[in-house]
């Protein structure tokens, strides 16, 4: 007798849990296809045009350093990469000598030039790309 009751006690317990089970699975769907809140939507719309926007920043940046001529040490010449997702953006280089320093700017677009570009300058724009 009490070994069939323990079967009772079991199935009970098994038929409870799932029902308990089944309704938390319909709890879940109905709140998954619950229209969201106006304040929800109009969030998760700032942050889509905010994502747009960030694309166009010029958030990709790479640094390379070097000696332009062999009779000078220390890596003052430099070149820097600026550009965005797409792959515009900006090279600056500065180039130092003895007597003298240089200052170039060239654009990038889709992470080409259209002026020639010496071997660091294609280096930091290399580097930035993600």
């Known amino acids: 007798m009490s070994e069939a009751l323990a079967a009772l006690a079991l199935l009970v317990a098994l038929a409870a ?9 319909g709890r879940r769907r109905s709140s998954d296809d ?24 010029l958030r990709h940046l ?17 070149s820097l990469a600026l550009v965005d ?11 130092h000598g003895r007597s003298e320093a240089r200052s170039y700017a060239k654009n990038v677009t889709g992470w080409t030039c259209e002026q020639q570009l010496s071997p660091e300058e294609l280096e930091a724009i290399d580097a930035t790309r993600p």
């Open 17 to 25: 849990l799932l029902m308990v089970l089944a309704d938390r699975r």
């Open 34 to 57: 619950a229209p969201l809140p106006e304040d929800v939507r109009g969030l998760r719309q700032e942050v889509a045009a905010l994502r747009r926007e960030g694309a166009d920043a």
């Open 85 to 95: 997702d797409a792959g515009d953006g900006v090279v600056l280089t500065s180039i």
């Open 62 to 78: 790479s640094v390379v350093r070097y000696d332009a001529f062999s009779d000078m040490g220390g890596h003052l010449s430099w």
